[in-house]
């Protein structure tokens, strides 16, 4: 990667866990080196989950990469969407933190040379301090957006498995929070979980 003047880099958004009764949602911010191999990426959701979390752990050895949750509580408070947004803005945030150290081991010592661009999966993007556009199904279209989906994806996917443990009662092993006819009947029959979203219908 060359340190020429206005050099651009893309930062690819995503969000997993919007249509779930419960739980956080999670989005990821990703920024790939040119060297990386796009081949294992995907939209997580065709991806297999041990495809998923093999490309996770290269996405994370060599991208720059933000992640951020939004809970349960926050998402009743200010809906779903914004609550996606929130989410994007937080993962935006932590990887800015991380993008001297990244730039500088990709040899870019200049970081006033660099104009970041994001791309973001839906029709709305975040309130982030650099041009953003949006479009819907952008994480089956460009590489850095599928790294975003899958980051965002195996997180969200390994703390519900840390709820199921948590609240075996629920099932959230299997399902994830999302809501599968199993998770409304139990949800009627034992009452809301401790993380259900309260201002969603089950």
Avoid at 52 to 61: F, G, M, T
Avoid at 190 to 195: A, D, N, T, V
Wanted: charged content about 30%; overall charge positive; proline content about 7%.
């Amino acid at each position: 990667m060359s340190s020429a003047n206005s050099l651009i880099l893309d930062i690819g958004f995503d969000e997993a866990g919007r249509g779930p009764l419960a739980g956080p949602v999670c989005a990821a911010a990703v920024i790939l080196p040119p060297d990386f191999p796009v081949e294992i990426l995907n939209d997580s959701k065709k991806l297999s989950e041990k495809k998923r979390l093999a490309a996770e752990i290269i996405i994370k050895e060599k991208a720059c990469w933000g992640i951020a949750l939004v809970d349960h509580k926050t998402i009743d408070k200010i809906n779903i969407l914004e609550a996606s947004m929130l989410a994007m803005k937080n993962a935006f945030e932590e990887l800015q933190k991380k993008m001297p150290e990244w730039c500088r081991g990709m040899g870019l010592d200049d970081l006033s040379q660099i104009t970041l661009k994001g791309i973001t999966d839906g029709t709305r993007c975040p309130e982030v301090p650099i041009k953003c556009r949006c479009e819907p199904k952008a994480d089956g279209k460009y590489p850095c957006v599928m790294a975003a989906s899958i980051l965002a994806k195996t997180c969200r996917d390994r703390l519900m498995l840390e709820m199921d443990k948590k609240y075996p009662e629920y099932g959230y092993a299997k399902h994830k929070g999302y809501p599968t006819k199993a998770h409304r009947e139990v949800c009627r029959r034992l009452g809301p979980s401790p993380i259900q979203r309260l201002s969603f219908k089950y």
